[in-house]
């Protein structure tokens, strides 16, 4: 059957994108998995890879054409299948987006006298659900660790799914908030999301703000509630100076956040200083956590590219920022003009650069990564994920080799052909890999 190819949701406010080029022409034997095209976004720029294997069949959105999420940009057709025109118009007609709407949900009320606690487990750490309780939440998509039980001993029944999956919150649209310290610093954060799966908490690395999660986002707030956040002393947030900007610091904070924000065991993913940030707080609090995703991540080895080092004891603006992403990403083409003004921009922000390099001289020093930002993988007791971009220049991989072996329980997921950064440069492999990690999370 011929598979229509849409246009994919980059970021959480991504509406269209603009066809940059083609990889292959029309009547070209594709397999799935294999570039066809390149995508602008305001974000970034990527290749979209083929959903199937077969023919490409037609081209329906030239070169520099704009179009919508969901929208339609080319067929393939299935090997040795046959499209006769007509068909080929209808499927492309009704590719085009439309309208959706959601039902309208509220909390069902619980039947009087049983109150909602939440779910026992056995032995072996397995939610306690009735066969119709586990079988409806696969179908919702709902994790039964975060559904409240109102079945005799703890049991989860159907109708507690139910609830669950019209629990959500009113406005689940993205949006940006700010929240304060005990120290009256204050933080930017972007929310989004009101799934039923676990929370997901954002921390991004050195001189990067919550930005630099915008392209997987889009993919993950169907199904959980996220939280980026511009770590202090990067993007919008509190920059004085004399704060606290070791790895222990900015754990400390990020800990403050998620109990302001009320987050039930949240997983967290840190990418680059990020990373080691959320180690920290894995090691410190094990209960607060379900769960930690490492991307590219320090804290796990002593080296550390001496161009970073070097880059952060310069003058902050274009040449600085330009000379990062160009670390950062194997493919030239991501750095973008826009990007390059958007980091010097924040660079320049009263404040800014000294906050920022205050975090690097307490992390890293001349091409070596210090002892505050070590943890010992050992210590931390929550599953979890590594993803790596094999051609990283900033972090060897064999940090990731080492690192998968000390963690009392770990995973590793090499991305190829990408840098620094896979968040950006393979942001769906990214997006599907956080997706299965926190589904395995629950039984």
């Given at each position: 059957?011929?598979?229509?190819?849409?246009?994919?949701?980059?970021?959480?406010?991504?509406?269209?994108?603009?066809?940059?080029?083609?990889?292959?022409?029309?009547?070209?034997?594709?397999?799935?998995?294999?570039?066809?095209?390149?995508?602008?976004?305001?974000?970034?720029?990527?290749?979209?890879?083929?959903?199937?294997?077969?023919?490409?069949?037609?081209?329906?959105?030239?070169?520099?054409?704009?179009?919508?999420?969901?929208?339609?940009?080319?067929?393939?057709?299935?090997?040795?299948?046959?499209?006769?025109?007509?068909?080929?118009?209808?499927?492309?007609?009704?590719?085009?987006?439309?309208?959706?709407?959601?039902?309208?949900?509220?909390?069902?009320?619980?039947?009087?006298?049983?109150?909602?606690?939440?779910?026992?487990?056995?032995?072996?750490?397995?939610?306690?659900?009735?066969?119709?309780?586990?079988?409806?939440?696969?179908?919702?998509?709902?994790?039964?660790?975060?559904?409240?039980?109102?079945?005799?001993?703890?049991?989860?029944?159907?109708d507690d799914v139910e609830r669950a999956a019209a629990a959500v919150t009113a406005d689940p649209a993205p949006r940006e908030e700010r929240v304060t310290l005990g120290d009256g610093r204050e933080l930017n954060l972007l929310l989004a999301g009101s799934g039923a799966g676990a929370p997901l908490v954002f921390l991004h690395g050195l001189g990067g703000s919550q930005s630099t999660w915008q392209v997987v986002l889009g993919e993950l707030a169907d199904s959980h509630r996220v939280v980026a956040i511009d770590l202090p002393g990067h993007g919008t947030s509190d920059r004085r100076a004399g704060a606290d900007y070791t790895a222990t610091g900015l754990a400390i904070a990020v800990t403050e956040v998620i109990g302001l924000l009320e987050l039930t065991r949240p997983i967290l993913i840190g990418?680059?200083?990020?990373?080691?940030?959320?180690?920290?707080?894995?090691?410190?609090?094990?209960?607060?956590?379900?769960?930690?995703?490492?991307?590219?991540?320090?804290?796990?080895?002593?080296?550390?590219?001496?161009?970073?080092?070097?880059?952060?004891?310069?003058?902050?603006?274009?040449?600085?920022?330009?000379?990062?992403?160009?670390?950062?990403?194997?493919?030239?083409?991501?750095?973008?003009?826009?990007?390059?003004?958007e980091m010097a921009q924040m660079q320049l922000a009263e404040g800014a650069w000294s906050a920022q390099k205050a975090v690097a001289s307490a992390a890293f020093r001349e091409g070596s990564q210090s002892e505050s930002v070590a943890v010992d993988p050992a210590s931390v007791l929550v599953p979890v994920q590594i993803v790596w971009g094999e051609l990283d220049r900033v972090i060897p991989s064999e940090h990731a080799l080492a690192a998968v072996r000390a963690f009392p329980d770990a995973t590793l997921a090499f991305v190829s052909g990408v840098g620094h950064v896979p968040q950006v440069e393979a942001a769906a492999r990214t997006a599907t890999l956080i997706k299965r990690f926190a589904r395995s999370l629950f039984g």
């Amino acid at each position: 059957m011929a598979t229509v190819v849409k246009m994919p949701k980059w970021g959480l406010t991504m509406t269209a994108g603009t066809v940059t080029g083609w990889l292959c022409a029309e009547g070209a034997e594709i397999a799935a998995g294999d570039p066809i095209f390149t995508v602008e976004t305001e974000k970034a720029v990527n290749d979209v890879e083929a959903p199937s294997n077969g023919i490409l069949l037609k081209i329906v959105a030239v070169e520099g054409s704009e179009v919508l999420v969901s929208g339609p940009v080319a067929v393939i057709a299935a090997p040795g299948e046959t499209v006769s025109d007509d068909e080929l118009s209808t499927l492309i007609a009704e590719a085009s987006p439309s309208g959706k709407t959601t039902a309208p949900g509220g909390r069902t009320a619980v039947g009087a006298g049983r109150s909602a606690r939440a779910a026992s487990r056995d032995d072996s750490g397995r939610v306690n659900a009735s066969p119709a309780a586990r079988r409806r939440a696969g179908e919702l998509g709902i994790e039964l660790a975060t559904v409240e039980a109102t079945g005799p001993d703890g049991r989860i029944t159907s109708d507690d799914v139910e609830r669950a999956a019209a629990a959500v919150t009113a406005d689940p649209a993205p949006r940006e908030e700010r929240v304060t310290l005990g120290d009256g610093r204050e933080l930017n954060l972007l929310l989004a999301g009101s799934g039923a799966g676990a929370p997901l908490v954002f921390l991004h690395g050195l001189g990067g703000s919550q930005s630099t999660w915008q392209v997987v986002l889009g993919e993950l707030a169907d199904s959980h509630r996220v939280v980026a956040i511009d770590l202090p002393g990067h993007g919008t947030s509190d920059r004085r100076a004399g704060a606290d900007y070791t790895a222990t610091g900015l754990a400390i904070a990020v800990t403050e956040v998620i109990g302001l924000l009320e987050l039930t065991r949240p997983i967290l993913i840190g990418h680059s200083l990020g990373g080691a940030v959320a180690m920290r707080i894995a090691a410190d609090k094990p209960s607060l956590l379900i769960g930690l995703v490492l991307i590219n991540s320090a804290g796990l080895g002593a080296e550390i590219s001496p161009e970073l080092t070097r880059l952060m004891a310069s003058e902050p603006g274009p040449e600085t920022a330009r000379g990062l992403l160009e670390l950062y990403y194997e493919d030239s083409k991501l750095v973008l003009d826009r990007g390059v003004q958007e980091m010097a921009q924040m660079q320049l922000a009263e404040g800014a650069w000294s906050a920022q390099k205050a975090v690097a001289s307490a992390a890293f020093r001349e091409g070596s990564q210090s002892e505050s930002v070590a943890v010992d993988p050992a210590s931390v007791l929550v599953p979890v994920q590594i993803v790596w971009g094999e051609l990283d220049r900033v972090i060897p991989s064999e940090h990731a080799l080492a690192a998968v072996r000390a963690f009392p329980d770990a995973t590793l997921a090499f991305v190829s052909g990408v840098g620094h950064v896979p968040q950006v440069e393979a942001a769906a492999r990214t997006a599907t890999l956080i997706k299965r990690f926190a589904r395995s999370l629950f039984g």
